[in-house]
Structure formats: C-alpha cells, structure tokens
C-alpha cells in the first residue's frame, strides 16, 4: 500500500538549495516512473520533472532545467528532487507522484501521473 511520504522542503533565500525526498513502501517505486508537481497559489499545477523506471531517462521542463536533478533509489523506495539555485518563482508546494509503465528507460511530461500525498513546501524568499 502507498503511503504519503514526502518531505525535505523549507524556506531557503534566493540562490539556496532544497532536497525533498519521497518514499513510499514495498516496490512501488521500481515499477513506476516518477515524477514531481508543483503548484503555486493561484497556479496551475505543472510537472516539473519525471525519472524512469531505471533512472536513465530524466525530462524537465523548461523553467527548471539545470537548476533541478531527479534522482530515485529503488532498493531504498526513495526519490528525490535537488534543487539548487532556487528562484522565489520556484515557491510552492511539490508533491511526489507516480506512472506506471512497463517501460524501463522513458519518461515523458506529457504522461499522467498520480500524487497521493500532501506535498512538502518550498518557499524562496527574496
């Protein structure tokens, strides 16, 4: 069974970095592609990166790339999602979410992916 697991957001200043994790039980995160959300008050939520199955294919969208990494453990459950040289447009809450696949090594933004938890919160301040 999937239990909401995210954490390791926070209020960092302009220029700082976050790390939050996501782990869920059993296999669950073997099968699936992962991916992270976001959502800004007022905001559309928007897919900010997705990692496959094997980890080999990451995709991020534009407004992040170079500045966020997606990275999972499968033996340990985990995801993660450093981000470095964080914006104050880069305040809001992220949530872990998943895709199933059968397919190892592809990832797209374009999938739906499913959250299941309450997200953790990151805040940038000026």
């Known amino acids: 069974q999937v239990q909401p697991g995210e954490s390791g957001g926070g209020l960092v200043q302009a220029g700082g970095s976050l790390r939050p994790s996501c782990v869920v039980s059993?296999?669950?995160?073997?099968?699936?592609?992962m991916g992270w959300y976001r959502q800004a008050p007022g905001k559309q939520r928007e897919l900010v990166a997705c990692?496959?199955?094997?980890?080999?294919?990451?995709n991020y969208a534009d407004p992040v790339k170079g500045r966020l990494t997606a990275s999972r453990e499968n033996t340990k459950n985990t995801a993660y999602l450093q981000m470095n040289d964080l914006r104050t447009e880069d305040t809001a809450v992220y949530y872990c979410?998943?895709?199933?696949?059968?397919?190892?090594?592809?990832?797209?933004?374009?999938?739906?992916?499913?959250?299941w938890g309450q997200g953790t919160q990151v805040t940038v301040s000026s």
């Open positions: 990692i496959s199955r094997s980890g080999r294919s990451i």
């Open positions: 059993g296999s669950f995160v073997s099968i699936n592609a």
């Open positions: 979410a998943a895709a199933w696949t059968t397919v190892q090594s592809v990832c797209r933004l374009d999938w739906t992916f499913a959250t």
